[in-house]
């Protein structure tokens, strides 16, 4: 019997050749000495204004605590701030090249994670933020996060700045890299610990990589189980969420009972709807789970005051935990300024960027639009509470150390926006010289006096009353 020929149409893709012209054309209308530039806009909007705009939709008994957070120090606030950077960054210099950006890439949200095959990884953590945008956003973020944090651990401008350089040069040598790789080797690249260890053994004195194994220690008892043992206890007769208000608070202490039963079904049903967000095989797993109890609790610094629960679930008996996180997706704060997300809710638009830029993510991961007991619809996504996670630890960090540190951040972002990118044309663009890292060395120190500016702007503001602060 003769076979039917199939025609097979594919799309076509510029040449290599062509997207390295590409990337090298945009030189032209961003040089990268011009990215160095920062002189805030005559028209920028006053800082505590844009941070008091995004605490209008959160629950409002805990936006005093968001501003205590983010008044304690420069660091503080620039990781709360991210919507006013993100007004900051529409206001410069970019080549016209875009990918998936994570949104809020300071240093603390690269940290240890699990994969599902259960290897230690260090990738990119938060994605409330995630949208495509320009690639250098995410670089000029990690790059002031890098200054912010050596001026308040007193490094002089001179180790602030081979910190910086070392984390751009880092970002645009891995980017160079993958520009020469093929389609899926970039995508199953990662940093997994042996090669962390492998990095250290070279890099660091026996003090330093005796503090990273601690650290890879450390980071695989941060489970489901660690986290039993440390946040339930036993309460008449049941292992329940334990109290430590105000960071967590248990539904029971939350609400008086009618209105506290209305909100513990709108989460359970949460939790029982979002499993169709996951792949058939991680649902079956899943309904291997029954939630038992659930509480509120205060997330990061950015974060606080939007609604999170966390959820204690059961599987075949009272010591087989699950602790799952849903957090409530609200509008990226780089939307005003790149577009909306193409997705229809928020909770998707953060759990597809995360898969996007992650190389590998967690099992759990997925998203779910629900109707509150207040009649309002809220996205969420969920993922688990603790999975090997671990962070860094700024303020014990020498200069060595932190440059390691942003060697490793500017590699992972680089791979990160390899994936959605055209990575030959960013390589191209950034090329072989370090005119790029020296350039960002100058933007991330003119952005930390801003930050400094805008920090003393809410310390003034909370002096005023005009703000409500108090600690946690």
């Given at each position: 019997?003769?076979?039917?020929?199939?025609?097979?149409?594919?799309?076509?893709?510029?040449?290599p050749?062509e997207?390295?012209?590409?990337?090298?054309?945009?030189?032209?209308?961003?040089?990268?000495?011009?990215?160095?530039?920062?002189?805030?806009?005559?028209?920028?909007?006053?800082?505590?204004d844009?941070?008091?705009?995004?605490s209008?939709?959160?629950?409002?008994?805990?936006?005093?605590?968001?501003?205590?957070?983010?008044?304690?120090s420069?660091?503080?606030?620039?990781?709360?701030?991210?919507?006013?950077?993100?007004?900051?960054?529409?206001t410069?210099?970019?080549?016209?090249?875009?990918?998936?950006?994570?949104?809020?890439?300071?240093?603390?949200?690269?940290?240890?994670?699990a994969?599902?095959?259960r290897?230690?990884?260090?990738?990119?953590?938060?994605?409330?933020?995630?949208l495509?945008?320009p690639?250098?956003?995410?670089?000029?973020?990690l790059?002031?996060?890098?200054?912010?944090?050596?001026?308040?651990?007193?490094?002089s401008?001179?180790?602030?700045?081979?910190?910086?350089?070392?984390?751009?040069?880092?970002?645009?040598?891995?980017?160079?890299?993958?520009?020469?790789?093929?389609?899926?080797?970039?995508?199953?690249?990662?940093?997994?610990?042996?090669?962390?260890?492998?990095?250290?053994?070279g890099?660091?004195?026996?003090?330093?990589?005796?503090?990273?194994?601690?650290?890879?220690?450390?980071?695989?008892t941060?489970?489901?189980?660690?986290?039993?043992?440390?946040?339930?206890a036993?309460?008449?007769?049941?292992?329940r969420?334990?109290?430590?208000?105000?960071?967590?608070?248990?539904?029971?202490?939350?609400?008086?009972?009618?209105?506290?039963?209305?909100?513990?079904e709108t989460?359970?049903?949460?939790i029982?709807?979002?499993?169709?967000?996951?792949?058939?095989?991680?649902?079956?797993?899943?309904?291997?789970?029954?939630?038992?109890?659930?509480?509120?609790k205060?997330?990061?610094?950015?974060?606080?005051?939007?609604r999170?629960?966390?959820?204690?679930l059961?599987?075949?008996?009272?010591g087989?935990?699950?602790?799952?996180?849903?957090?409530?997706?609200?509008?990226s704060?780089?939307?005003?300024?790149?577009?909306?997300?193409?997705?229809?809710?928020?909770?998707?638009?953060?759990?597809?960027?995360?898969?996007?830029?992650?190389?590998a993510?967690?099992?759990?991961l997925?998203?779910?639009?629900?109707q509150?007991i207040?009649?309002r619809?809220?996205?969420?996504?969920?993922?688990?509470?603790?999975?090997?996670?671990f962070?860094?630890?700024p303020?014990?960090?020498?200069?060595r150390?932190?440059?390691?540190?942003?060697?490793?951040?500017?590699?992972t972002?680089?791979?990160?926006?390899?994936?959605?990118?055209?990575?030959?044309?960013?390589?191209?663009?950034?090329g072989?010289?370090?005119?790029?890292?020296?350039?960002?060395?100058?933007f991330?120190?003119?952005?930390a006096?801003?930050?400094?500016?805008?920090?003393q702007?809410?310390?003034?503001?909370i002096?005023?009353?005009?703000?409500?602060?108090?600690?946690?």
């Amino acid at each position: 019997m003769k076979r039917k020929s199939v025609t097979v149409t594919r799309e076509v893709q510029r040449s290599p050749r062509e997207r390295a012209a590409r990337g090298k054309a945009a030189r032209k209308r961003a040089p990268r000495s011009a990215h160095a530039e920062f002189t805030a806009s005559r028209h920028r909007p006053d800082p505590v204004d844009t941070i008091e705009k995004q605490s209008a939709t959160r629950v409002q008994d805990l936006v005093p605590i968001r501003y205590g957070r983010m008044s304690e120090s420069p660091f503080r606030f620039y990781r709360g701030a991210a919507a006013v950077m993100a007004g900051d960054l529409a206001t410069t210099q970019d080549s016209g090249l875009r990918a998936q950006l994570c949104g809020d890439a300071h240093m603390l949200n690269f940290r240890l994670l699990a994969s599902p095959e259960r290897n230690l990884l260090f990738d990119i953590n938060d994605f409330d933020e995630t949208l495509p945008g320009p690639w250098e956003w995410d670089v000029k973020r990690l790059a002031a996060s890098m200054v912010i944090a050596g001026r308040e651990n007193g490094f002089s401008s001179r180790h602030r700045a081979t910190i910086v350089r070392a984390t751009v040069r880092s970002y645009r040598e891995e980017m160079r890299r993958f520009a020469g790789m093929r389609t899926l080797d970039v995508w199953y690249a990662r940093s997994d610990a042996a090669q962390l260890s492998a990095l250290a053994s070279g890099r660091l004195h026996k003090r330093g990589r005796k503090k990273l194994a601690r650290s890879l220690a450390k980071a695989r008892t941060h489970d489901s189980l660690q986290a039993f043992g440390k946040l339930t206890a036993m309460i008449d007769g049941e292992r329940r969420i334990a109290a430590s208000p105000p960071v967590i608070t248990p539904l029971a202490d939350l609400l008086p009972d009618v209105e506290r039963r209305a909100l513990e079904e709108t989460v359970r049903g949460l939790i029982r709807r979002y499993g169709t967000s996951l792949p058939t095989d991680r649902q079956y797993l899943l309904r291997q789970f029954t939630p038992v109890d659930f509480a509120r609790k205060v997330v990061g610094v950015g974060s606080v005051g939007t609604r999170c629960w966390i959820v204690l679930l059961l599987g075949r008996d009272g010591g087989d935990p699950l602790f799952l996180q849903a957090k409530e997706a609200s509008e990226s704060v780089l939307a005003p300024h790149v577009g909306s997300s193409r997705f229809a809710t928020q909770g998707e638009r953060v759990v597809a960027g995360q898969r996007l830029m992650q190389a590998a993510s967690d099992i759990f991961l997925g998203w779910e639009r629900v109707q509150g007991i207040d009649d309002r619809e809220r996205d969420f996504y969920v993922r688990q509470l603790r999975d090997w996670k671990f962070v860094a630890e700024p303020s014990l960090m020498v200069p060595r150390g932190m440059q390691m540190f942003g060697e490793l951040c500017g590699a992972t972002l680089a791979r990160a926006h390899a994936r959605s990118g055209d990575r030959i044309a960013i390589a191209a663009y950034l090329g072989s010289g370090d005119v790029f890292d020296r350039a960002l060395a100058t933007f991330a120190e003119r952005y930390a006096d801003q930050n400094e500016r805008d920090h003393q702007a809410l310390l003034d503001a909370i002096k005023d009353k005009r703000v409500a602060a108090r600690a946690d």
